[in-house]
């Protein structure tokens, strides 16, 4: 098994190239189903989760090939010939749920595996669920699996979500793209992700009203499915974030290239709130060193407020602030998994239920420690990039899910990071 060995204290400096978003590129995937035509996704983040979801619509009958130069796939699923979401690959990761909404849509039958747990949450579908039900679908658990009917095909409705889902909204923005009639969304995610999705399916012929707003208007196809266009994945937030908190806490000045800087405002401001300043362009940020860094308070929300993906790099952050920092993680009823494995590193960091109190000016020491879910395992290198001595972070099969070649790009940037097989 690999893990990071990393030697804190050294400053970084330089430029690193932001890949596409994993949670860009998850629910496109999933959206091929929707096509008539075989298309290429550009710009597709050559990660674990990425890899998995194309395996999956192959298992289903697609026709599929990754170009890992180009980080590209070219996806036809004109040749899928059963509905079947086996567990063996959706146990691997739960967005696998995403081809739900998709199967349904397009076929009228489909079983898809229960997703199960997570390290941050028990991460409920209820609302995709209920949502597909008022939709026409007759949805039945069996064994562990999702059996969906929709007979005749998916009707246009109304939808009003009690709670804000990010691949809630996906899984039922592609359901309705194939409905008959109109659906309209209510309380509906507007994460830039869920709004790339909306702009490659308009791009494919469906009339969708209200992207990037909680209201959301499709008109369905009745069935026909779409003549898909090629498309770039949008830059991936959450690692521009990672690395944004991987310069802020060395105190250097490093420059991040293929971004889109709106999508990162949330961050920035708190950044700034902490003492850092920033320049950005059109495609770049660069953080510049803060003459003192202050403690802060953070809550995570859904878009355009910060991000939960961002709130345990934040949390390795705040353990240099001059005082203390509170933490209040609104999403998830177990995402301080970090707080653990930060602790064997020296951080004196306290949990209330679901916000954590973080002493600053920590005496970070290196250790051996071990990551538990994707970004709790980023979270642990950021502290390890000024902890004394030797940190060895393990289990990173976690941060491979979701990061392209971390290690190589941090070495890039100055850091003493390596991957070694334990
Ligand atoms: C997406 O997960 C992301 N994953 C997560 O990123 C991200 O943390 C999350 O959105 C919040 O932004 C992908 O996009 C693939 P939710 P998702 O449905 O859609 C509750 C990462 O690190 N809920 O928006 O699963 C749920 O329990 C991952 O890249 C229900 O109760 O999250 C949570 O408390 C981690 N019932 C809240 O809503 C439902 O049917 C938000 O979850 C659905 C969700």
Avoid: W
């Amino acid at each position: 098994m690999d893990f990071l060995q990393i030697k804190g204290g050294k400053k970084l400096s330089g430029t690193v190239e932001i890949d596409g978003a994993k949670n860009a590129a998850l629910p496109l995937i999933a959206s091929t189903i929707l096509s008539k035509n075989r298309l290429t996704i550009s710009n597709l983040p050559q990660v674990s989760d990425v890899r998995t979801m194309v395996k999956l619509l192959e298992n289903l009958g697609a026709k599929t090939s990754i170009d890992e130069i180009k980080k590209s796939a070219t996806i036809d699923t004109s040749t899928i010939d059963h509905t079947i979401a086996q567990y063996e690959i959706v146990r691997v990761m739960r967005a696998s749920i995403l081809v739900l909404g998709p199967l349904l849509a397009r076929f009228g039958y489909c079983e898809v595996s229960l997703p199960g747990g997570c390290a941050i949450g028990q991460r409920p579908i209820d609302l995709h669920l209920k949502a597909l039900e008022q939709m026409g679908a007759d949805i039945e658990i069996k064994q562990g699996y999702v059996v969906a009917k929709a007979e005749g095909g998916l009707k246009g409705t109304t939808i009003s979500f009690d709670k804000i889902t990010v691949t809630g909204s996906e899984n039922i923005i592609m359901a309705a793209a194939l409905a008959h009639g109109t659906t309209r969304i209510l309380n509906c995610a507007k994460e830039p992700e869920v709004v790339q999705l909306c702009e490659v399916l308009r791009d494919g012929g469906v009339k969708i009203e209200g992207i990037g707003t909680y209201e959301v208007t499709i008109e369905g196809t009745g069935g026909k499915t779409l003549d898909m266009k090629d498309f770039a994945v949008i830059p991936d937030r959450i690692e521009a974030g990672t690395y944004l908190c991987a310069g802020a806490i060395t105190n250097s000045e490093i420059t991040l290239k293929n971004v889109n800087p709106t999508h990162l405002e949330s961050m920035l401001l708190k950044l700034k709130e902490m003492g850092f300043s920033y320049d950005e362009s059109e495609e770049s940020v660069t953080i510049k060193p803060a003459s003192k860094v202050e403690a802060v308070k953070i809550t995570t929300t859904e878009y355009p407020g910060f991000p939960t993906d961002m709130q345990a790099q934040f949390m390795a952050l705040t353990l240099v602030a001059d005082g203390v920092s509170t933490i209040e993680e609104k999403l998830f009823e177990n995402r301080f998994m970090h707080v653990s494995e930060l602790s064997r590193m020296g951080a004196n960091i306290s949990l209330n239920s679901y916000t954590a109190t973080v002493e600053g000016n920590a005496e970070l020491c290196g250790a051996d420690v071990m990551a538990t879910d994707l970004r709790a395992s980023s979270a642990l290198v950021i502290a390890a990039l000024v902890a004394k001595d030797i940190t060895n972070v393990h289990r990173i099969y976690h941060l491979d899910r979701g990061y392209v070649k971390l290690e190589e790009k941090l070495q890039k940037l100055g850091a003493d990071i390596k991957r070694l097989s334990e």
